[in-house]
């Protein structure tokens, strides 16, 4: 019914950026708070970011300054742009509306 894809995954230095996109197709009406979490081996998934009905964004703490959520609604696609990567961050990132979820896509960050 709702298929949210994923891209931009892969590989990066400490330091350097990615960029990821979700593009949501399938029954998609109106707008949808969309956000983006992530999971480290052994850890839990957790909220990275976070957009609204209305466009307000949210995001951990741990990324506040360097990870910018955004989306493009006539595309039904958002994204998340990831500055001053750290080994921390690393993780499979996945895109969320309600109650789906994309297949999720690996960030590794090379220290």
């Known amino acids: 019914q709702v298929q949210l894809v994923e891209s931009g995954g892969g590989l990066v230095q400490a330091g350097g950026s990615l960029t990821l996109s979700c593009t949501a197709s399938?029954?998609?009406?109106?707008?949808?708070?969309m956000g983006w979490y992530r999971q480290a081996p052994g850890k839990q998934r957790e909220l990275v970011a976070v957009?609204?009905?209305?466009?307000?964004?949210d995001y951990t703490d741990s990324v506040k300054g360097r990870f910018t959520i955004s989306r493009v609604q006539r595309e039904n696609t958002v994204y998340l742009q990831m500055n001053s990567l750290k080994t921390e961050d690393a993780g499979v990132y996945y895109c969320n509306m309600g109650l789906h979820w994309g297949q999720g896509t690996q960030v590794t960050v090379s220290s």
């Open positions: 399938g029954s998609v009406f109106g707008i949808n708070a």
């Open positions: 957009i609204g009905r209305g466009g307000t964004t």
